[in-house]
């Protein structure tokens, strides 16, 4: 079961049921809360956490398969680890955090920590003032540290531990909280969060009325992954400004030109080609390529006597040009 598990690098989805429950705490603004996910799996918990509410859902995911599943629930999904994503800071209403069940990778700063504690340091500033936490873990993992940067970031606290049928296999907890405006070790708090792991928790009820109203958000500025996703790339392309002008520029130009009744000979095209009426994306497959045709006037200079003085005087003549830009980079000057 435990090589199982890494194997599927910890995705346990939290069971829709339970997130149905979790709905009924959260109050959601009229206009829009941002909702986030940092290990979204394929999105399915937080895109039932959204419900109709009017709300933006922003998920990461590290395994590929779920990531791509994932874009087809939620508004925005980068795929990779959360750690190189960059994110603004205290954008989002929601934090929906059920972290990997798992230790850190030997041999590095986090290798003695596990994955929850991890998560919960790494995803905090990302959550507005105010913002809701919904912390799903195993019970007895809630220990001293987890207990200790909760309190002193959060407050509001209910905790409840999963319905009998979903408890059974991993024990899990729900924990809501609400984020400070200033932090401050709550030693209270801290007191009644460390002893949770040998508490009797009650199953997670419905909640008869919202107890957490979801901060109103704007537009996330920064979401993205500091390492390349050739699919967000390709998106990002295709709405560039400069990618359309450079579209716009090799649009083949002589869709107004009819046929010609006779066929042209090798006159005529050449120049048709050298006034830019072919010029445009042409052939197929591994012939396709770019053609650019222009003529510019260029003028040069001599001097000559007339007697004995000297005469400047100016040429002008006509340059043709006819460029071909090859799918392999390459610039062929035909002309
Ligand atoms: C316990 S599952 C939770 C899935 C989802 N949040 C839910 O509640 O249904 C944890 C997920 O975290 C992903 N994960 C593991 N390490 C990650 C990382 N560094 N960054 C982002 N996701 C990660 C796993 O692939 C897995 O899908």
């Known amino acids: 079961m435990r090589l199982e598990a890494k194997i599927k690098m910890g995705y346990y989805p939290t069971p829709l049921a339970v997130v149905e429950r979790i709905r009924s705490y959260l109050k959601f603004p009229e206009y829009n809360a941002n909702l986030f996910d940092p290990c979204c799996g394929e999105g399915l918990a937080l895109k039932e956490l959204k419900g109709d509410a009017k709300a933006t859902t922003y998920g990461i995911e590290l395994d590929q398969y779920r990531a791509e599943e994932a874009k087809g629930n939620l508004d925005r999904v980068i795929k990779g680890s959360y750690e190189d994503a960059r994110i603004s800071h205290n954008a989002f209403s929601c934090l929906f955090l059920n972290p990997p069940y798992d230790w850190g990778v030997p041999d590095t700063e986090e290798g003695n920590e596990r994955k929850e504690k991890t998560f919960l340091k790494g995803t905090v500033r990302y959550l507005q003032p105010s913002g809701a936490l919904i912390y799903i873990i195993s019970q007895k993992r809630l220990n001293n540290d987890i207990a200790k940067i909760l309190s002193y970031r959060f407050q ?134 770019v053609v650019r045709g222009k003529v510019e006037k260029v003028v040069s200079k001599y001097e000559e006597y007339d007697g004995d003085t000297l005469i400047e005087r100016d040429v002008e003549s006509y340059r043709v040009s006819v460029k071909v830009l090859r799918k392999d980079g390459d610039i062929i000057t035909l002309m």
């Not at 409840?160 to 708090?189: M, N």
């Open 156 to 289: 509001d606290f209910n905790v409840f531990r999963f319905p009998d049928d979903e408890y059974e296999a991993f024990k899990q907890i729900v924990l809501f909280g609400s984020k400070k405006h200033e932090t401050f070790l709550d030693d209270k708090e801290y007191d009644k969060l460390r002893i949770i792991p040998e508490k009797e928790l009650e199953e997670i009820p419905y909640s008869g009325k919202p107890l957490y109203n979801l901060p109103l958000a704007g537009p996330v500025h920064l979401f993205r992954s500091s390492s390349i996703d050739e699919d967000e790339l390709e998106r990002e392309v295709e709405n560039s400004v400069l990618w359309k002008k450079i579209r716009e520029n090799a649009q083949v130009a002589n869709d107004y030109m009819g046929r010609p009744p006779l066929p042209l000979h090798k006159g005529h095209l050449g120049l048709l080609l050298a006034n830019g009426c072919l010029d445009g994306v042409v052939g197929e497959g591994k012939d396709r390529h």
